[in-house]
């Protein structure tokens, strides 16, 4: 027998989209594909509608965005968008319905539904199934992980019959979550025990504990999530201020030796931390290039976050303690530090701090040698 074409589908809040919600996709393909029953032909994302009212949910259309930003260099995931246009929240058993509705009336060549649907109600559809003549039925399967399918047995969160419709005509694929028992949940339910033929569970060998609320809880906090989201959507994210999120920006005015070469390196918003706060290597380092001085460091950060993070070059903790209590001296509306901490290639020995503008001003005392950024 054939195996059965399917379109998995996956249903939340993706508030924001992770890395995980990516590869829960290519793990169940991945599964699927082994045990030779079913061909995946494409994957699809609905986002749910903001009338969910969840705690921290951002608009449907910052979320739609990190979404294309997520999903820009898939080649078979794409978004749609229909359950976010709703002029309400959606079941999703309906949701299901609709696009399964859909993609029947696609199969069977109606030019009604063709010529007549708006390009954002059937682009989710993978392009080589609209344009193709093989009308081979396609089966939606809701793709979860094994938290959705535990609260099917929270009472009053779903109907019987909801839950009887998404298993019996659909279909799940459930990604297992560590310290979770999904056949023994399936076993003691009565309804999925009934549709145990139709429930496919698939085991994640590599843990991965990554969730959109811990993602928020790191942003609010200023903590890194590079390679936890992408790039784009952290990008997408500072930008917009969302998770009450700030955008920090540095710039850095290079000066070189020939009158013409100023040039500015601008740093973006998430290389923050790493800029501010040095490696030990830092301390280390050869003495800088003679043929590039770093004279200027202008830092739109409050001289707080800065003097925690000038903290840490500075070294032991007496000369720690030096700084601090130097840096508290305000002579006018220039703040003038010297370090007592011993003098390291590269370490510069004087810091200027112009309070007014927020410009921070790295010199070394000894002239005749560049200074460097600590």
């Not at 070189?256 to 301390?283: G, M, W």
């Not at 720690?320 to 003038?336: P, S």
Request: proline share 5%; net charge negative; glycine share 4%.
């Amino acid at each position: 027998m054939a195996p059965t074409r399917v379109i998995l589908m996956s249903c939340g809040s993706y508030n924001p989209p992770t890395n995980m919600h990516l590869r829960m996709f290519e793990i169940a393909r991945d599964h699927l594909h082994r045990m030779g029953t079913h061909v995946v032909v494409g994957g699809v994302i609905s986002p749910v509608h903001d009338a969910y009212a969840k705690k921290e949910l951002a608009s449907a259309t910052h979320r739609c965005s990190m979404l294309r930003l997520a999903l820009q260099n898939n080649d078979w995931i794409r978004l749609s968008t229909w359950e976010t246009r709703q002029n309400c929240w959606t079941k999703t058993r309906l949701c299901l319905q609709h696009h399964q509705n859909l993609l029947n009336s696609i199969l069977s060549n109606s030019n009604d539904i063709k010529h007549h649907m708006q390009i954002e109600d059937i682009d989710w559809i993978p392009e080589n199934v609209r344009n193709s003549s093989d009308n081979t039925p396609i089966q939606i399967k809701l793709l979860c992980g094994a938290d959705l399918l535990e609260s099917f047995g929270i009472c009053g969160l779903w109907l019987e019959e909801d839950i009887d419709a998404i298993v019996g005509e659909h279909g799940l694929v459930v990604i297992t979550r560590e310290g979770s028992n999904p056949n023994k949940f399936i076993y003691d339910s009565d309804i999925l025990s009934k549709h145990m033929h139709n429930i496919c569970i698939v085991t994640e060998w590599i843990p991965n504990e990554v969730s959109s609320t811990r993602i928020r809880r790191a942003l609010k906090r200023s903590e890194s999530v590079r390679y936890l989201v992408q790039d784009s959507v952290i990008d997408y994210i500072y930008k917009n201020e969302i998770y009450d999120t700030k955008t920090m920006d540095i710039t850095i005015k290079l000066e070189l030796p020939s009158p013409n070469a100023n040039n500015y390196l601008h740093i973006e918003p998430r290389y923050l931390n790493a800029f501010l706060t040095p490696s030990p290597s830092d301390v280390t380092m050869g003495s800088p290039s003679p043929t590039e001085i770093i004279s200027a460091v202008s830092i739109d950060v409050p001289d707080a976050v800065l003097c925690k993070n000038l903290q840490n070059v500075v070294g032991a903790a007496e000369a720690r303690e030096q700084f601090i209590n130097a840096l508290t001296v305000d002579n006018g509306n220039v703040r003038h530090v010297a370090s007592k901490a011993p003098a390291y290639p590269g370490q510069a020995k004087q810091i200027v701090i112009a309070s007014e503008n927020g410009v921070v001003r790295i010199v070394d005392e000894d002239t005749t040698k560049p200074a460097c950024l600590l």
